[in-house]
């Protein structure tokens, strides 16, 4: 979006409808799973590449939502561990986070100062997009309000 580059080619995911025979896992061990790791403090996206790589009890699971029927998201919010701001938004609150730290270092860093800027119109546009939803509604972005929320 803002560079002139062109973007990459996405891959898609096989249209599977059903999970693979090998993976017969059971839907309770799942979510039992999603919720310890979710508990542990990993972001969906964790949760799915430990399931992905590490499995129930030595099974692994290629796809949440085809074993389950729900997606991580769904799962976290049935079980009320969810994370209290989006993983997208919380990602790009890290960054920004950083870039200022980097920032306040390298002062002449101006390719730095262009990400920085960037990155902060994404959260301020994904802010608007998750307000009164997932976030308080008077909720604004800020420096001060990103190191708040991530510690």
């Known amino acids: 979006m803002h560079t002139r580059r062109r973007g990459s ?3 898609d995911k096989p249209a599977a409808t059903e999970p693979p025979a090998w993976s017969d896992v059971d839907e309770k061990a799942i979510e039992e799973r999603v919720v310890e790791l979710a508990e542990a403090g990993h972001s969906p996206s964790e949760i ?3 399931l992905r790589d590490e499995g129930v ?3 692994p699971v290629p796809d949440v939502s085809l074993a389950t029927g729900k997606k991580v998201t769904e799962i976290l919010e049935e079980h009320d561990a969810e994370p209290e ?3 997208d938004l ?3 609150m890290e960054r920004a ?3 200022r730290e980097h920032m306040d270092e390298n ?3 101006h390719q730095n100062k262009r990400a920085l800027q960037n990155s902060e119109a994404k959260i301020r546009r994904l802010v608007d997009y998750y307000r009164g939803d997932e976030l308080d509604e008077a909720f604004t972005y800020s420096y001060d309000a990103a190191v708040d929320l991530l510690e």
């Open 48 to 50: 799915g590449v430990t």
């Open 107 to 109: 002062p002449g860093d």
């Open 97 to 99: 986070v950083r870039l």
């Open 9 to 11: 080619s996405d891959s």
């Open 57 to 59: 009890d030595g099974t």
């Open 85 to 87: 701001i989006p993983e």
């Open 90 to 92: 919380r990602n790009l």
